[in-house]
């Protein structure tokens, strides 16, 4: 009986401690434990060199991120680039792999990429003023670890010609505050209807702020996903904004050095 | 006070504490990437329960799964995906909010077509994200089924919840029930007794206040069934359920069954239902034409009065008050307002729900006992989905062909056998058909290629000659002066490990046959209770007579040979008894007595022999079918004299156990199939943890082990096959395991696996492909800690400690498993114009050992592993070695030749620094430039494209084409192989020189006018620097 008693009030004792915790307070702690908001407001580009291990080859990748929105990710392999996902602010393109031409994104996907110019250099910052809701869902135990699942949801997007909310889901470890898993419904393609999820891990130091420097995505309860290594980053790089820009036909020669 | 309290509460909690300090790990926390894979078969599918469709949205529609979750459809039915995978997979019902229908779905657990097999639910659940996150809506914990949510559509935070409620004992949390708050708050608000449930309750889509509700006496017990009683009835309620009235105007007087009702959805006045009356004239389709006042019999044809307890669906044409379909043994369609009927299309038969396209009444779709089907023509013609993998297994096997088969029966569906691997994952064709009716055991000979698989009751006994394709009917028959056989739904068949022509099967006798079923000896006395009040299943049914056999009780439901001592048999009976031999059946034991804690008569569904003692056995017990929902589990190791539980409070209350799996190694771990899903132990059963890992909570009904495989395989009864390979790391956990930071855990040495078949990949974007065990080398280890911070890498070498490739580390907390495909790296191509594809293959490491090096911040841990070859390859020790000793000459050559390319671009790219800027040296260096530029054409692709204008291959492609095919080879390099290599060899030595030339001509000429200009010469790595430049 007297046992009953204390592990009740033991109970009552720690459950407020664990329910004190807002998704806002995980957020402030997050922005504080990777380096404090202001610096992060301070960030204008992200230049991130890494590579991606694909069938025992290192594929080395770039990406370049802007607060203006315009973004890059390129790789080299064999004498040629290939670009994917690079946005000038109002073309999204990438590179066809059988001309190894310069090809424009559809236009609804271009539409939604829009919508994300305003996460940089992360869309938890100023979410508020963004019009995006938070939600703390709970604990749960992601990666053997326990985190707090937050909902984020941001603009609609448009999935096939209708629209469909924009939901994804942060798991912020409960030790630290940084995100380590991120869920996310997969809207198109063959894959539609399963939840793409990305882990990171390896978090470092960069100018006083925090990065995962290893990336691993793949797809919710099945084994695998590609890792991404991140070898350095560097913030506010001096960036020439052609690389941006949809390159004109004859450009599209210069898939080749010479 | 408050000081004196937190100071006992210390004091109270130390002891606590210390014991606290042993590491005690759960579910995800410890399984980290051990993850369950599913390999259906989804060809026959398995029983749906309820379909729901999007009010506006023609796209998406939800199947919910009598055992197998919640699908969801963005795409009209073309394929599904599951969405409640983290909750109780038996559903009742799942329901859209009218007003946010893309976000806010309820789903009530618990099927509702209360047949023998069926799940059972635990509540009510709800998403507000379209089913990202799903939470349990309190007040429904004991709800069991869960038939009806129907929303208001003007209020949506008023909801009404029909529970039909508990089908084996009396429930008082059956009835109505209605929230004006969202869900918060819940009153009762129609409950008739304790055992009569809510089956429909229908709204007037007019009229939100207007509520028809039938409601229905029933009960089921493991050996009958009663539907109907004075309390089934129909009512009608027109103040938003505060009062009901019962609308049986017309209807016959007596008992009632089970009801169906519908509301014309285009005029509200029409009503019709489904009865089931005393007065068999009368049983059938009644319609009211003014809101339920008044009624008329319209029709009794069989598809409207068969087993009204399986189907009792009526749909009603959205835009047509005169189109009814009604679920049945093959669903009925009635175009003239219910008068006359005709079949549905050929689908699966057991329609158990319909529903209608939002804007075209051509299409609709149907939930059977197999699946989901489609109809474009207004129910003529039916196809099925083929990516709902929801088979229902009773039972599995094993066997130990590599990869090895599983064979398993299927509520009605037959019986089956498939591989656990197969070219391009396992697919609907890769299942072959061993049985008809309901399946249940099914056994492979232990040497011969023979397959035994019955059918309900044992009706017939198959022994299948798979080689020779001929059947042949063993089941054991009466005989004169032995009792009528009384054989289980589910009749329980054993293969001997000692003996392997011996076939045992059980009625409530135990019979033997030592030729293959050819004939039979009974071994043993009844070995049940026998007990004459549970053999009335003539009785059975209620108001419509359901005498399927599914009911037969008495019977022996599980026997275990002992697989250390031929003549120690064990038998487990529906009934409760647990009874043993030691003597091959000359004298039987019964021990029931000695099961202290188990309620008598509790249902022994299974008995597993140990391997690790003769007298040890396991058995687990069920007492679903008396409403006891408690999981049981017992081990002896004294056959039966004594008997220890190994049932922990870590399971959940009412995960009533049907089966358990001992490890063959390690005796303290077992895996135990409940009914919600799979726990495991690693300390014989003092605590248990649920594996949750792409495991769903689903109803397991038989675990096997696969002995060379060491993985756990699973029948569950809604999600088909479930397998989790190799589980030989939870061997090795323990205490002192779990309290290091990083372990590696011992493997055997792994085989590099040479098939190379074909795969056609054709359907699989709408059929349901399982995933296949992967024939990779895996590094398992467990941390301690999640790696979050800092960097952490995992590299292989070999063992003088070169680099062989770099691996992407698991940084889960728990068992972390990396697979490595046996390769190192692919080699450094010339830079082109076009994609070489030489470029994508790696080497392949020879057999030996190869170390494993983690590195996480300053430690390092290393761990040895082995690779051999394949014992079954067709290629000699010599030959293979002349294949690896090629590939290493063609990977050089690759890269040679990749570095030649990258000297002649560097020096390009200078001459033409000279062309554009100095025109003293222009001559020479354009001179330069051309011989390079010609010599480089020869070498490598400068035009095209990587498809149909593409160029002719030059020296890299053909190259590397030759190193591809040489590297990825399981066989000696062939003749042609070696000729096109002298080819290729000679070539580029050919252009080597050539370039040599180019270097000590136009090079020499160019290099003494930079140095005599005093400018920047070409910046050429070393070879090895190029090569390890990323």
């Known amino acids: 009986m007297i046992k009953t008693l204390f592990v009740a009030l033991l109970v009552l004792a720690i459950s407020?401690?664990?329910?004190?915790?807002?998704?806002?307070?995980?957020?402030?702690?997050?922005?504080?434990?990777?380096?404090?908001?202001?610096?992060?407001?301070?960030?204008?580009?992200?230049?991130?060199?890494?590579?991606?291990n694909f069938q025992g080859m290192e594929l080395p990748i770039e990406m370049v991120q802007k607060k203006d929105g315009k973004s890059m990710m390129k790789a080299d392999f064999q004498g040629m680039t290939f670009y994917q996902g690079v946005y000038d602010g109002e073309t999204l393109w990438s590179t066809n792999q059988m001309t190894m031409a310069a090809e424009k994104s559809d236009a609804e996907a271009t539409a939604n990429h829009k919508l994300e110019t305003n996460d940089f250099p992360d869309p938890f910052l100023g979410y508020k003023e963004k019009g995006y809701t938070v939600e703390l869902i709970g604990k749960e135990t992601v990666d053997g670890a326990e985190t707090f699942k937050i909902k984020l949801v941001k603009e609609p997007i448009m999935v096939d010609g209708k629209e469909e909310q924009d939901v994804t889901f942060y798991y912020f470890d409960t030790e630290n505050f940084v995100p380590i898993v991120v869920e996310k419904e997969i809207k198109g393609g063959p894959g539609a209807g399963m939840v793409g999820q990305t882990k990171m891990s390896d978090y470092q130091e960069v100018d006083g702020l925090y990065f995962p420097f290893s990336i691993t995505e793949g797809a919710k309860g099945q084994p695998g996903g590609q890792e991404i290594t991140i070898k350095s980053i560097t913030l506010n790089p001096t960036v020439d904004d052609t690389v941006f820009a949809f390159p004109a036909p004859a450009a599209t020669e210069a898939g080749t050095k010479n | 006070m408050k000081k004196l309290i937190i100071l006992l509460l210390a004091v109270a909690t130390l002891p606590l504490s210390l014991s606290a300090q042993e590491i005690s790990l759960k579910g995800k926390e410890l399984f980290g990437d051990l993850s369950a894979r599913h390999i259906g078969p989804a060809l026959m599918s398995g029983r749906i329960n309820d379909l729901e469709v999007h009010p506006t949205n023609t796209r998406i529609m939800y199947a919910g799964a009598a055992g197998g979750g919640v699908w969801k459809?963005?795409?009209?039915?073309?394929?599904?995906?599951?969405?409640?995978?983290e909750h109780p997979q038996s559903i009742g019902v799942v329901t859209l909010d009218p007003k946010d229908p893309d976000q806010t779905i309820w789903v009530g657990t618990g099927e509702t077509w209360t047949r023998n097999s069926v799940s059972v639910g635990k509540g009510l659940f709800r998403t507000t994200d379209g089913g990202s996150t799903w939470k349990e809506i309190p007040g429904f914990e004991n709800s069991e089924r869960i038939a009806s949510v129907v929303i208001n559509p003007n209020n949506t935070k008023e909801v009404y919840v029909g529970v039909l409620g508990a089908l084996w004992s009396d429930s008082e949390d059956r009835g109505i029930y209605k929230t004006t708050d969202g869900g918060a708050t819940w009153k009762k608000i129609l409950y008739v007794n304790p055992s009569t449930g809510a089956g429909d309750v229908i709204m007037d889509p007019k009229n939100p206040n207007t509520l028809y509700a039938s409601m229905w006496e029933f009960r089921r017990s493991g050996w009958g069934f009663n539907s109907g009683g004075p309390n089934s009835a129909l009512y009608k309620s027109t103040n938003g359920g505060e009062t009901w009235n019962k609308i049986h105007n017309g209807f016959p007087s007596g008992d009632l069954g089970r009801i169906g009702v519908a509301v014309a959805p285009s005029d509200s006045n029409i009503i019709y239902a489904v009865l089931e009356t005393e007065d068999k004239t009368k049983n059938g389709l009644w319609k009211s034409a003014d809101a339920g006042q008044n009624w008329e019999h319209l029709n009794n044809d069989f598809g409207l009065t068969v087993r009204p307890f399986y189907f009792s669906r009526i749909t009603v044409d959205p835009r047509n008050p005169d189109i009814i379909v009604k679920g049945g043994l093959s669903g009925s369609i009635s175009r003239d307002g219910g008068k006359t009927f005709k079949d549905l299309g050929n689908m699966h038969s057991d329609i158990h729900d319909i529903v209608f396209h939002i804007n075209d009444s051509d299409i609709m779709y149907a939930g059977t006992d197999g699946g989901v089907y489609r109809s474009w023509n207004g129910g003529t013609v039916f196809e099925i989905v083929e990516n709902l993998p929801l088979s229902q297994f009773y039972h599995i096997s094993v066997d130990d062909a590599e990869p090895y088969n599983v064979y398993g029966g299927?509520?009605?569906?037959?019986?089956?056998?498939?591989?656990?691997?197969?070219?391009?994952?396992?697919?609907?064709?890769?299942?072959?058909?061993?049985?008809?009716?309901?399946?249940?055991?099914?056994?492979?000979?232990?040497?011969?290629?023979?397959?035994?698989?019955?059918?309900?009751?044992?009706?017939n006994v198959w022994r299948y000659d798979v080689d020779r394709n001929r059947t042949k009917t063993v089941q054991p028959l009466q005989e004169k002066g032995v009792a009528k056989l009384r054989f289980n739904w589910n009749a329980p068949m054993a293969v001997s490990a000692h003996v392997p022509d011996r076939f045992y099967m059980g009625s409530q006798f135990v019979h033997k046959s030592d030729d293959m079923g050819e004939s039979w000896t009974i071994i043993s006395p009844d070995l049940t209770t026998n007990d004459p009040a549970k053999q009335n299943q003539l009785e059975s049914g209620g108001?419509?007579?359901?005498?399927?056999?599914?009911?037969?009780?008495?019977?022996?439901?599980?026997?275990?040979?002992?697989?250390?001592?031929?003549?120690v048999l064990w038998v487990g009976t529906d009934d409760g008894n647990v009874q043993v031999t030691k003597d091959g059946g000359k004298s039987w034991t019964n021990v029931t007595a000695n099961l202290t804690g188990i309620p008598a008569n509790t249902w022994v569904y299974h008995i597993e022999a140990s391997v690790h003692g003769k007298g040890t056995a396991y058995a687990v017990f069920d007492g679903h079918t008396s409403g006891d929902m408690k999981?049981?589990?017992?081990?002896?190791?004294?056959?039966?004299?004594?008997?220890?539980?190994i049932i922990s409070e870590d399971i959940s209350a009412k995960a009533f156990?049907?089966?358990?799996?001992?490890?063959?190694?390690?005796?303290?771990l077992l895996f135990l199939g409940t009914e919600f899903g799979l726990y495991v132990t690693i300390d014989g059963g003092k605590s248990w943890s649920q594996f949750t890992n792409n495991m769903p909570p689903v109803a397991i009904h038989f675990i096997d082990m696969q002995k060379q495989t060491n993985d756990v395989v699973m029948g569950t009864h809604g999600r088909g096959v479930i397998i989790i390979d190799d589980i030989s790391p939870l061997r090795e956990l323990n205490q002192e395991v779990l309290a290091k930071n990083v372990h590696f855990f011992k493997n055997d040495a792994f085989t590099m696996k040479e098939e190379s078949g074909f795969a056609g990949s054709f359907g699989s974007e709408t059929q349901f492909v399982g995933r296949n065990k992967s024939t990779s080398a895996k590094i398992i280890y467990y941390l301690k800690k999640r790696h979050t911070f800092g960097k952490m890498t995992l590299e292989l070498q070999d063992m003088e400690g070169n680099k062989i490739t770099s691996l992407p580390a698991g940084k889960s907390k728990g068992i972390n498993v990396v697979d490595w495909s046996f390769t190192s790296s692919s080699p450094k191509m010339a830079e082109g114009k076009t994609l070489a594809f030489g470029g994508f293959t790696p080497k392949r490491v020879p057999e030996g050992k190869y170390k494993v090096i983690l590195t996480k911040g300053k430690d390092t841990y290393e761990h040895v592993i082995e690779v051999k070859y394949d014992d079954t390859s067709l290629t000699s020790l010599a030959e293979r070695k002349e294949q690896e000793e090629l590939t290493s000459t063609l990977f050089d050559m690759v890269e040679d030749l990749a570095y030649m390319v990258y000297e002649i671009n560097t020096m390009q790219e200078t001459a033409k620094e000279v062309i554009e800027n100095n025109s003293k040296g222009k001559k020479n260096a354009q001179k330069l430039y051309d011989s390079l530029e010609a010599l480089r054409k020869d070498l490598v692709i400068t035009t095209g494209d990587g498809y149909v204008a593409s160029a002719d291959p030059e020296l890299r492609e053909r190259m590397g084409d030759l190193y591809s095919g040489v590297a990825s080879a399981y066989d000696g390099v062939s003749a042609d192989q070696k000729r096109n290599f002298e080819l290729i060899a000679g070539q580029l030595k050919t252009e080597q020189e050539r370039f040599a030339k180019i270097k000590a001509k136009e090079g020499k000429k160019f290099m003494s006018f930079l140095e005599k200009n005093e400018l920047p010469k070409p910046a050429v790595l070393s070879r090895e620097d190029f090569l390890s430049k990323k």
């Open chain 2, 543 to 567: 108001l419509s007579m359901d005498n399927s056999g599914a009911e037969n009780h008495t019977t022996i439901f599980t026997i275990a040979e002992s697989p250390l001592d031929q003549n």
């Open chain 1, 16 to 52: 407020p401690v664990a329910t004190a915790q807002t998704a806002d307070e995980i957020l402030a702690n997050y922005f504080e434990n990777t380096g404090g908001l202001d610096n992060w407001k301070k960030v204008e580009a992200i230049q991130f060199q890494g590579s991606v």
């Open chain 2, 410 to 459: 299927l509520q009605d569906n037959g019986s089956w056998y498939g591989p656990s691997s197969s070219p391009g994952g396992v697919n609907a064709r890769d299942w072959n058909s061993v049985g008809y009716g309901d399946g249940f055991r099914v056994l492979k000979h232990p040497t011969k290629n023979i397959i035994y698989s019955e059918m309900q009751g044992a009706q």
């Open chain 2, 657 to 668: 156990v049907r089966n358990i799996q001992e490890d063959y190694v390690n005796e303290d």
């Open chain 2, 631 to 645: 999981p049981y589990a017992m081990k002896t190791t004294d056959y039966g004299a004594t008997w220890k539980n």
């Open chain 2, 73 to 85: 459809s963005v795409d009209g039915g073309a394929t599904f995906t599951a969405i409640f995978d």
